[in-house]
């Protein structure tokens, strides 16, 4: 079973620019988790989508958005970047968010992001 | 509000030492679930074990051990006879048991180096 793919792997922007990072997830999974790693914050958790549908957030302004389409796949955006905004950003699947049982997240290898 | 403390930044040993990585955590929920994570020089957070509040039976599997001590509010890990191959970031993680809410609260890691 193929893992938790994110594309692209590394990303390299300008101050005031937009990027969409997308996730796709282990076939079968529909939760999708979005974490943010830096040196100094750490692993900070974004937002998490399950049946298209946002039903949890973390403390990020609005300018960090997300979405999750019919096949589970899920993107997420940000737009005006700051610098603040390098961060490896990680994807998160996980099989049924109804099934507390079944709450392990499977990660994918990241989007390494660098504002310029 | 939850929390996860890893008091230990780094830990250096020689190969073939024992290694305890320490977890504490901080909830108000009487159901919840804790993970560990190792992440490898390549970036992506493999998962290790989730323990449910309701189980607090040690594991063993291989090298590795957990003790879940709800008492001391602590989840703590250990290497035996650690190798090369162990040397990684390793991150304790704690999620509410929240029908719909797949939120990982991470401490800020521990970085383990096995030395040869």
């Known amino acids: 079973k193929a893992g938790v793919t994110q594309t692209p792997r590394y990303l390299i922007k300008t101050r005031g620019q937009q990027v969409t990072l997308s996730c796709s997830p282990i076939?079968?999974?529909?939760?999708v988790s979005w974490y943010q790693q830096t040196p100094g914050q750490g692993l900070q958790f974004l937002f998490e989508y399950f049946s298209e549908t946002q039903r949890n957030k973390g403390n990020f302004p609005g300018r960090f958005s997300g979405r999750q389409f019919s096949n589970s796949r899920s993107e997420m955006n940000v737009s005006t970047l700051e610098l603040g905004d390098s961060a490896l950003y990680l994807c998160a699947s996980s099989l049924d968010g109804y099934q507390t049982s079944y709450n392990e997240q499977f990660f994918g290898p990241g989007t390494r992001l660098t504002v310029l | 509000a939850q929390k996860v403390t890893q008091a230990q930044t780094e830990i250096s040993v020689v190969e073939k030492e024992d290694v305890t990585l320490d977890c504490v955590y901080e909830t108000r929920d009487t159901t919840y679930y804790l993970f560990w994570y190792k992440q490898p020089p390549s970036g992506e957070l493999v998962f290790l074990i989730r323990r449910n509040s309701f189980d607090e039976q040690n594991e063993i599997s291989g090298r590795y051990s957990w003790n879940f001590q709800k008492s001391t509010s602590s989840f703590n890990f250990t290497i035996t006879a650690s190798q090369v191959v162990d040397s990684a970031v390793y991150f304790c993680?704690?999620?509410?048991?929240?029908?719909?809410?797949?939120?990982?609260?991470f401490g800020q890691g521990t970085r383990l180096t096995i030395n040869p």
């Open positions: 993680a704690l999620s509410e048991a929240n029908w719909g809410a797949q939120k990982l609260v």
């Open positions: 076939s079968g999974h529909r939760s």
